[in-house]
C-alpha cells in the first residue's frame, strides 16, 4: 500500500526557510489521477491545510500562505517537497504530507514531522 | 471562504454509550465534507466521506448525515478506540480545503 514518508530538519532559525521532502514508495506521483500536498497542525491546535499540487502543476494554496509557500512534485525522484520561507515561531507545527484524490478528499497520509521555529 | 465550526469542543462519554458530534458550514457546502478520526502521536485517517459514505475499513457503528450547512457524525456504541480527535473538512470551495477545529471524544 502506499507510504509517505516526510523528511528534513526538524530545527529552523527564525526569518530561514523551511524545507521538507515526502518520498513516496508504493505508488508513483505522475499519477493523473492524484494530487500531493501538506497539511500542518501546531502542537495541542487542530489542522490547516497548507496546499497541494498536481504533478505537472498548478499549485494551489491556502491564501493565508500564499505568499511565502511553494509545493513542488519531483516524478524523477518519486518525491514532492514543501517551502515556506520568513518562518516565525507560529510555523511550529507538526506537518504532514498527503495524498489528495482528485475529487478533493485526503485518503494517505505520512506520520508527519515536527518542525519547531527558534534561534 | 467557508469556515467550518464544530461542537462540542469535548465530549465526555462512556464506552457502548452514543456519540453525536457536529459541524456547521459558514455557507453551502452541499455534500461535500468528510471527517477524520485523530489518535494521539498519529495521522488523521477518513473516517466519512462525502458526508455519509463510511471509507475503507471503517465499522458500520460510525455514520455520517447532513448536507448543506449542517453536518453530523454519529458513533452509535462507543468501542474504547474510538476516542480521538475528529475534525470535519469541506472541499466545496475547490481547490481550498478547510478544517473545522474538531472535538475531542474522551472517556
Known amino acids: 500500500q502506499l507510504q509517505l514518508q516526510e523528511s528534513g530538519p526538524g530545527l529552523v532559525k527564525p526569518s530561514g526557510t523551511l524545507s521538507l521532502i515526502c518520498s513516496v514508495s508504493n505508488g508513483s506521483v505522475s499519477s493523473s489521477s492524484y494530487f500531493w500536498g501538506w497539511i500542518r497542525q501546531p502542537p495541542g491546535e487542530g489542522l490547516e491545510w497548507i496546499g497541494s499540487s498536481f504533478y505537472s502543476g498548478p499549485a494551489h494554496y491556502n491564501p493565508s500562505l500564499n505568499s511565502r509557500v511553494t509545493i513542488s512534485v519531483d516524478p524523477s525522484k518519486n518525491r514532492f517537497s514543501l517551502k515556506l520561507t520568513s518562518v516565525t515561531a507560529a510555523d511550529t507545527a507538526v506537518y504532514f504530507c498527503v495524498r489528495r484524490l482528485a475529487g478533493g478528499w485526503l485518503d494517505f497520509w505520512g506520520q508527519g514531522i515536527l518542525v519547531t521555529v527558534s534561534s | 471562504e467557508i469556515m467550518l465550526t464544530q461542537s462540542p469542543a469535548t465530549l465526555s462519554v462512556s464506552p457502548g454509550e452514543r456519540a453525536t458530534l457536529s459541524c456547521r458550514a459558514s455557507q453551502s457546502v452541499n455534500s461535500d465534507l468528510a471527517w477524520y478520526q485523530q489518535k494521539p502521536g498519529q495521522a488523521p485517517r477518513l473516517v466519512i466521506y462525502?458526508?455519509?459514505n463510511r471509507a475503507t475499513g471503517i465499522p458500520a457503528r460510525f455514520s455520517g448525515s447532513g448536507s448543506g450547512t449542517d453536518f453530523t457524525l454519529t458513533i452509535s456504541s462507543l468501542e474504547p478506540e474510538d476516542f480521538a480527535v475528529y475534525y470535519c473538512l469541506q472541499r466545496r470551495d475547490w481547490p481550498l480545503l478547510t478544517f473545522g477545529g474538531g472535538t475531542k471524544v474522551e472517556i
Open positions: 462525502d458526508a455519509s
